[in-house]
């Protein structure tokens, strides 16, 4: 089981699949969308989509030359949230800390 885990967690685990997976919350996207979106070479992306594809957090459909993703494990978006919870409680205790040392810099000088 940990092995697993952490295979979903490097499967999530670049800025450009983080960004895919936020974009893909709100509901199927074309790859036409999500590169306008995104901004990346199309090759680029598109790697970036088979790995969460293979991983089975998305999925696709095709009408005509049409490709669409969308979410098959939407637990990921919460996943996301609870991630950016963490990272915002530490950024606030760093920031927190560095204010005390700032003030107790200033209150030793005199």
């Known amino acids: 089981m940990y092995k697993l885990k952490a295979d979903l967690f490097k499967s999530i685990g670049h800025p450009m699949r983080v960004r895919i997976l936020e ?3 709100n509901g199927p996207v074309s790859v036409g969308e999500l590169n306008k ?4 070479e199309a090759s680029h992306l598109s790697q970036q989509l088979g790995i969460l594809k293979r991983a089975g957090i998305i999925s696709s459909t095709k009408q005509g030359s049409s490709v669409t993703y969308f979410l098959v494990q939407n637990e990921v978006i919460d996943l996301l949230h609870l991630a950016k919870g963490i990272i915002t409680n530490v950024l606030t205790e760093a920031t927190s800390m560095l204010e005390n040392i ?3 810099d200033t209150t030793s000088v005199g």
């Open 23 to 25: 974009i893909l919350a």
């Open 37 to 40: 979106q995104i901004g990346a």
């Open 102 to 104: 700032k003030s107790s």
